[in-house]
């Protein structure tokens, strides 16, 4: 079972922000924060992962609450080509490097 | 990030045969590779776990003899479904990775499989 809830669709303007909310409230210590995403008919790509601290790469920043209960994800200039299917997964740096994908959210940048 | 291509993109075959599928890591060399498949409008469901040199691991439910999954080397990984019908039509999906990229996994681009 996933062990993380997002709300099953949100929209933005296109060049504004997108925020998405993920909650993991069972997450354990060793437990990392993962955020893929997918475009129609294509396979998923990485975007950024956390384990406490705040992240930020050329894509995304990942925003960890202090008890690690929940998460966002911020696109900062959301275009149309971010228009996708978000997955927050949560996932323990064990030798299995397994990845269990829960339903995500459905991202639509709006023009 | 890393290349994963998968081959073919797309197969049609008829019921009661074969088909395999190839995935491949093109620039660096994938100690493990993934299999999933993806139904329309659901989230990915993970098959199985391919380490190179040993059998795969399957998740519950997947049945090993129908999903026959090979990965000889640290590039290449194959998935074939056996006496294929209908219901087996599906979006299939690998990805690959490897102990010095523990953090990403690379995604292939999928194999849409259309059984008739």
């Known amino acids: 079972d996933a062990k993380t809830t997002q709300p099953t669709s949100m929209d933005c303007a296109e060049g504004r922000a997108a925020n998405l909310p993920c909650n993991h409230s069972t997450i354990s210590g060793n437990e990392y924060v993962y955020w893929y995403r997918q475009i129609h008919s294509q396979g998923p790509q990485y975007i950024i992962h956390?384990?406490?601290n705040n992240e930020t790469n050329e894509m995304a920043s990942l925003i960890i609450t202090e008890d690690r209960k929940s998460s966002t994800l911020i696109l900062p200039h959301a275009t149309l080509r971010d228009t996708a299917v978000y997955y927050c997964i949560v996932r323990a740096m064990d030798s299995s490097y397994k990845l269990i994908f829960g339903s995500g959210t459905r991202l639509l940048v709006r023009p | 990030g890393a290349v994963v291509s998968q081959h073919p993109s797309r197969v049609i075959c008829k019921s009661g045969t074969s088909v395999k599928i190839e995935c491949r890591s093109l620039d660096f060399q994938a100690t493990t590779m993934f299999w999933y498949r993806q139904f329309p409008k659901k989230s990915l469901m993970l098959m199985a776990t391919s380490n190179e040199g040993s059998k795969a691991t399957y998740e519950q439910g997947v049945e090993k003899d129908k999903f026959l999954i090979n990965h000889a080397s640290l590039t290449l990984s194959t998935l074939t479904v056996t006496s294929a019908h209908p219901e087996d039509s599906s979006f299939y999906i690998c990805?690959?990775?490897?102990?010095?990229?523990?953090?990403?996994?690379?995604f292939g681009p999928g194999t849409r499989l259309t059984v008739t």
């Open positions: 956390g384990l406490k």
């Open positions: 990805s690959a990775t490897s102990r010095g990229r523990a953090h990403e996994q690379y």
